[in-house]
């Protein structure tokens, strides 16, 4: 007998077995990410955006007086980040949870600086859903995000800092960390609507008829779409709250309403992902309904099947006994007399089921 193929599996943690705290260990699998940094330097009367390859070069913006945005791509470049670590005075435990592409959504607070983690969540080419943990290092007059790869939803800030649209470039860096987040949130509105859409689609499909192979197929994807968004997700909650109610210096009062702002987008989000669970809990249910009313007709069918053959095999098994003394056998008409009680029969019973409504 053939042995069925254990599938492999594999775990970030392993990276991680018997490392020392504060060890810097990539455990992301884009081993091949290029560095590449940006930078955004504004105030309320200029604004200067830049490229950089080399990260000593980030280093001049930490004294200024203007706002700065230091934007990293490329976790896998653990020595850059070291450095900038360094530079920065970034706690090793910090810099460790940076490059821990699994980390839980958090907030820590340390004495020069706000340390925040969350999961940057969008849909690519084939309606997948991609998880990017995005860092955000937050100071007096800095803010720098560190990002696994290229490509992001803060086009919408950039374009804003370009311009001088809203209020950016007249606050400081606890704003611009409130439009990131801000930003962040609000994607997940795009994958709410979108996961939305799905559920309708997959309801529809339902009725219609379609392959019930796929159907559950489409219906275990979105159960752990669910299940991927809602634990990426509720911990924003948890941080704004972090964010409320800390007395740091580098988050001031008035910004403080904003970020009362996104703890309301994140409780809308929450409510509408608890309902699209319980609609797919639903479609499920449907599913195996669906399912047991098929089998049900298919159990109706043969059973008035049975029913009718039932006399029609009785009478046939009468005549078919070699007994001698059964005077119908030696009528001349007996066979074509017993065919038509057989057929009287067959649609008597029709028409009896049919008034039952049982056809």
Same mark, same amino acid.
């Given at each position: ?17 018997? &490392? ?10 884009? !081993? ?11 105030? $309320? ?9 080399? #990260? !000593?070069? @980030?280093? !001049? ?10 934007n990293v791509n490329g976790l896998n470049h653990v020595e850059a980040i070291e450095t900038i670590g360094t530079h920065y005075n970034l706690h090793p435990l910090t810099l460790e949870d940076i490059v821990n592409t699994s980390q839980r959504a958090k907030l820590e607070e340390y004495d020069d600086y706000i340390f925040v983690v969350l999961k940057m969540l969008y849909y690519d080419a084939d309606e997948t859903i991609i998880s990017e943990q995005v860092s955000f290092v937050v100071g007096e007059n800095y803010v720098i995000t560190f990002q696994e790869s290229d490509g992001d939803v803060f086009d919408g800030v950039r374009e804003r800092i370009r311009h001088g ?13 409130? &439009?990131?987040?801000? &930003? =962040? $949130? ?7 609507? @979108? ?24 219906? !275990?994807?979105?159960?752990?779409? =669910? ?39 994140? =409780?809308? #989000?929450?409510?509408? *992902? ?8 639903? *479609?499920?249910? /449907?599913?195996? $309904?669906?399912?047991?009313?098929? /089998?049900?007709?298919? /159990?109706? =069918?043969? $059973? ?6 039932? %006399?029609? @095999?009785?009478? &046939? ?9 059964? %005077?119908? *056998? ?11 009680? /057989? ?15 049982? *056809?």
């Amino acid at each position: 007998m053939a042995k069925s193929k254990k599938k492999t599996r594999t775990t970030k943690y392993k990276k991680k077995l018997g &490392a020392a705290p504060g060890s810097i260990i990539y455990t992301g699998d884009k !081993q091949s990410q290029k560095l590449f940094i940006e930078s955004f330097d504004y105030n $309320t009367v200029s604004f200067e955006e830049k490229q950089f390859q080399n #990260i !000593q070069d @980030t280093f !001049q913006y930490k004294s200024t007086d203007s706002i700065t945005w230091i934007n990293v791509n490329g976790l896998n470049h653990v020595e850059a980040i070291e450095t900038i670590g360094t530079h920065y005075n970034l706690h090793p435990l910090t810099l460790e949870d940076i490059v821990n592409t699994s980390q839980r959504a958090k907030l820590e607070e340390y004495d020069d600086y706000i340390f925040v983690v969350l999961k940057m969540l969008y849909y690519d080419a084939d309606e997948t859903i991609i998880s990017e943990q995005v860092s955000f290092v937050v100071g007096e007059n800095y803010v720098i995000t560190f990002q696994e790869s290229d490509g992001d939803v803060f086009d919408g800030v950039r374009e804003r800092i370009r311009h001088g649209k809203g209020r950016i470039r007249t606050m400081g860096a606890d704003y611009l960390l409130y &439009a990131l987040i801000d &930003a =962040v $949130t609000d994607n997940y509105f795009i994958i709410i609507e @979108t996961m939305g859409n799905k559920i309708e689609d997959l309801e529809d499909n339902l009725f219609n008829g379609i392959s019930k192979d796929q159907i559950s197929i489409e219906i !275990q994807n979105l159960k752990r779409e =669910v299940l991927k968004v809602r634990r990426n997700i509720f911990p924003l909650r948890e941080i704004i709250n972090k964010i409320e109610k800390n007395d740091t210096p580098l988050i001031k009062e008035k910004t403080l309403h904003y970020f009362r702002d996104i703890y309301d987008h994140t =409780v809308q #989000i929450s409510e509408n *992902l608890e309902i699209y669970r319980e609609m797919i809990w639903g *479609l499920m249910d /449907m599913y195996m $309904t669906s399912i047991s009313n098929k /089998m049900n007709e298919i /159990m109706k =069918v043969l $059973t008035i099947m049975s029913t009718i053959f039932i %006399p029609l @095999t009785f009478i &046939a098994g009468i005549y078919g006994m070699n007994f001698d003394n059964m %005077p119908e *056998l030696h009528y001349k008409y007996s066979y074509f007399i017993l065919w038509g009680l /057989m057929i009287l029969l067959f649609i008597g019973m029709l028409i009896y089921f049919k008034r039952k409504k049982w *056809l």
